[in-house]
């Protein structure tokens, strides 16, 4: 199980680099999910373009989604730009728990997506989909699978937290540590993106 | 063609990336990965769902001049 000063040390090595290495980024987040939610042995996957700056950290799209603890399933994806002199950025991602292996579920519990540059104007940059049913009848005409609810776009530390806090899943961590590692990575993540803001060109 | 030296087995080749788009297109759309792409440009298939979309964003992880977009007549 990782212990809070090696993940502390890899935080710090992707979020204080000026230059962050994709290959770390995946080694982190593959840590958070060992220590938290994610099944014995089950990681996730980097894939890179040769010779380009895109690549992604990601379940392999042909098998099944990550295996959790609890026997369901989180599909994760996230597409990143890292170019010379530019910092890792996400500019893609889907997050979807879901209670059977399928490719496209039809039995997602929720799916958080983000896309820097959406399709169609009625989705969202951030958005998230719940499959369920409003208690009230006569509210909208459609399921409520299909209403994105635009959102910040949120870290996977608190993405972990939800399934822990929210959908009762139990930490792989029996030390307690687990929490204050996310809130730690999730604090690095975020002082990350707002020096990547200053910085950023307008 | 193995393009990236694998560093673990958490990190893909450029073969694996390229069997899976393949068995995905073929087992999702009953198509080769050019008709795919050639079906989403036409808007036969729509950008905005997102099984398409996240099919297209795997794709755009494989070199440009990969086999896969090679579309091979006959057979």
Redesign the interface.
Known sequence: MPKFNEIKSLSKKVFENSRTNP?DF?ELL?ELLTLTVAADGH??????????D???IAN????KPLLLNNGRFLKF?M?YTCGKGTPLTIN?S?FQYQCDED??SKRFIFRY?Y?IA???E??PVAHLQINGELSERNIVNKELEDIRFPIVRPSVESLLLLLIDGFGLKPNDKTGDWRKILDYSESAFREYQAKKLMYSKP | MK??DK?DD???T?D??R???I??ARE?YKMTVPQFLKAVRSGKLD??N??V???L??I????DNDPVFIERNGG
């Open positions: 290959a995946k593959n990681k996730l996957n980097l894939s890179r373009k040769p010779k380009g895109l690549g992604l392999r799209i042909a098998d994806l597409k893609y889907c490719r496209y997506d896309n959406p399709e169609d009625l989705h | 393009v990236l560093k958490t990190e893909l450029s694996e990336v069997e899976d788009v068995q995905v999702d950008k905005s997102y099984a979309r996240e099919l964003v795997w755009e992880t494989l070199p």
